[in-house]
């Protein structure tokens, strides 16, 4: 595991807007694979209170281009390319954890699917699944590393 | 078209929680399309400018939702099944717009496209394409429309 | 496991003409999961002898149907709503299985995911994964379980 | 419009095994557009009579493969990345047309649309839509165009 990227891939987390406004969490980060938690806020829910799917993307889209990074040595950035995700089950409960695994480690092209759970009284349940395609481009101006 | 069921989506939609937290305003409604705009706020950017891929996320979401629901007249509401989205240019410029339009109207599935473009100095540019499917479900509770 | 059920759609397996057309074979079958082997044929394969994302496509589609039919004791057939596949290592080697695997086994749409792997000299290697949405039907003219 | 690589994508498209074993016909080429029609065989239909999901997919691969190629210059070929295709209505009638449309000619990534209509007693009906990511790849070896 390269300590270095992956120290750096949480600082770019901590510094990102999107994941600031969300009050999300970097929770695991290893070669390949990363999770997010966030709990509740007033935006991310549907009037009959579980969380919506704009929110379920958000962690989907952001999960998977830091995975996707994370299994990379190069000082490169992820663009995502396209995003499917099925909604599978109600997503109660007050919080959501999306863990997203790299698939396919390509030279230009990588896949990662992300799971995204919330936790409920009885335990997690698995609220969406996803497949995501993105690219990587070379880091010429020391850019942030995911965006 | 029915103006009474209209009415009642762009209630539904002004009361939003996550619509009023992007600030959007639904632009045009009519059966089977449903057009939605926001301008650029801190949590919608990349660190290089351009909106961040789960903003476009979240209009393809929202906008499919109504789209569905315009294009019935039963009081019923719809849930996102899956949605696919292409990421096609870099989202320049200071306003996205959503625009969704109904491609298939079942009994129980929609499938609707949701084309989002961001508004730049040379013009429109498409930024994404959707193909999003939806299920319809019975209001039993007089719920809102659209969450 | 429902031997009876499992029975009937290993026999419409072998009615099937597409899968016949393919010399397919179900492989293995149990609640929730269905696997098809087939061996390359002339029509199978692209210029340059790997197997074309046709082949493989056929194969998720069919596959997912079968596993979605194995998780239900209902008299009911599926009819495939939206397929989505990512092609992520080329198909070397002379066979190729697909592996589907019921995610979601709701009351009227299933989620299904087909993994599909081809056999090389080294051993099994993945080349697509893939999120597939199915509807339940009620078999109303006992028709054929699965088309 | 370049004659001559469209003549060379014609001629590939003739020499290609699935195509001829689907007994395919390249009707319509222009810059970015490819249309592919065929006519009903017994391994394309479902038991109770309409095409099916795989005829369908082959359908949308293949086109879009083409489209892709028929909008650029270099002598290059795609390989599919990822589709997604929503199946709408039944395909009932004898001849099936898939109309793809690039709708993103990128220097690495294009992404197209295939529509799939098929030809019923009342006119055309729009059976299945698409989005299909491919990747241009140097043709290095002088390899057939598409495969």
Same mark, same amino acid.
């Given at each position: 595991?390269?300590?270095?990227?992956?120290?750096?891939?949480?600082?770019?987390?901590?510094?990102?807007?999107?994941?600031?406004?969300?009050?999300?969490?970097?929770?695991?980060?290893?070669?390949?694979?990363?999770?997010?938690?966030?709990? &509740?806020?007033?935006?991310? $829910? /549907?009037?009959?209170?579980?969380?919506?799917?704009?929110?379920?993307?958000? *962690? =989907?889209?952001? @999960?998977?281009?830091?995975?996707?990074?994370?299994?990379?040595?190069?000082?490169?950035?992820?663009?995502?390319?396209?995003?499917?995700?099925?909604?599978?089950?109600?997503?109660?409960?007050?919080?959501?954890?999306?863990?997203?695994?790299?698939?396919?480690?390509? &030279?230009?092209?990588?896949? $990662? /699917?992300?799971?995204?759970?919330?936790?409920?009284?009885?335990?997690?349940? *698995? =609220?969406?699944? @996803?497949?995501?395609?993105?690219?990587?481009?070379?880091?010429?101006?020391?850019?942030?590393?995911?965006?």
């Amino acid at each position: 595991m390269d300590n270095a990227r992956n120290k750096r891939l949480l600082e770019s987390f901590e510094r990102s807007e999107i994941m600031k406004h969300f009050g999300a969490e970097a929770s695991i980060i290893s070669d390949g694979y990363f999770e997010i938690t966030v709990s &509740k806020q007033n935006f991310m $829910v /549907r009037p009959a209170g579980m969380f919506n799917g704009s929110t379920i993307a958000t *962690l =989907v889209d952001i @999960s998977s281009g830091y995975a996707a990074a994370s299994a990379t040595r190069q000082n490169s950035y992820f663009t995502t390319v396209e995003l499917k995700i099925n909604y599978l089950n109600p997503a109660l409960g007050d919080k959501l954890i999306a863990r997203a695994q790299v698939i396919k480690n390509g &030279k230009r092209l990588s896949v $990662v /699917r992300s799971d995204v759970f919330s936790i409920q009284v009885k335990g997690e349940a *698995l =609220v969406a699944t @996803s497949l995501v395609t993105l690219m990587q481009l070379q880091n010429r101006n020391n850019e942030t590393q995911i965006d």
